[in-house]
Nanobody, 126 residues
Framework: QVQLVESGGGSVQAGSSLRLSCAAS????????MGWFRQAPGKERELVAS????????YYEDSVEGRFTISRDNAKNTVYLQMNSLKPEDTAVYSC???????????????????WGQGTQVTVSS
């Protein structure tokens, strides 16, 4: 079973950048698409970005498209989320997860995600 640990969160000013990392252990994540989610206080968790197994296909939620970049290094068993031009509305706990589904289901928002990490807090002030 995959265990995931996120890092890289913090408190920043609007317009700043952060790079989140999701380090996996227990199993090679190269077998799976991966996703980054976020959950703000009082809101449901939402998928913000996902990446296929080889890293050549990605999906972004509309509000982060053009500002966030998801990538992966399968040799390091790690997935990244580069976040640029951060806005106060990006404030949330960010978590990564394994998609136990194929890429078609991921991009159609029907994937079964699991092996959640504990999350890392991102706070953006105006």
């Amino acid at each position: 079973q995959v265990q995931l640990v996120e890092s890289g969160g913090g408190s920043v000013q609007a317009g700043s950048s952060l790079r989140l990392s999701c380090a996996a252990s227990g199993e090679a994540i190269s077998r799976y698409p991966m996703g980054w989610f976020r959950q703000a206080p009082g809101k449901e968790r939402e998928l913000v970005a996902s990446i296929n197994r080889s890293g050549d296909r990605v999906y972004y939620e509309d509000s982060v498209e053009g500002r966030f970049t998801i990538s992966r290094d399968n040799a390091k068993n790690t997935v990244y989320l580069q976040m640029n031009s951060l806005k106060p509305e990006d404030t949330a706990v960010y978590s990564c997860a394994v998609a136990y589904s194929d890429w078609y289901e991921v991009v159609n928002l029907r994937a079964d995600f699991g092996s959640w990490g504990q999350g890392t807090q991102v706070t953006v002030s105006s």
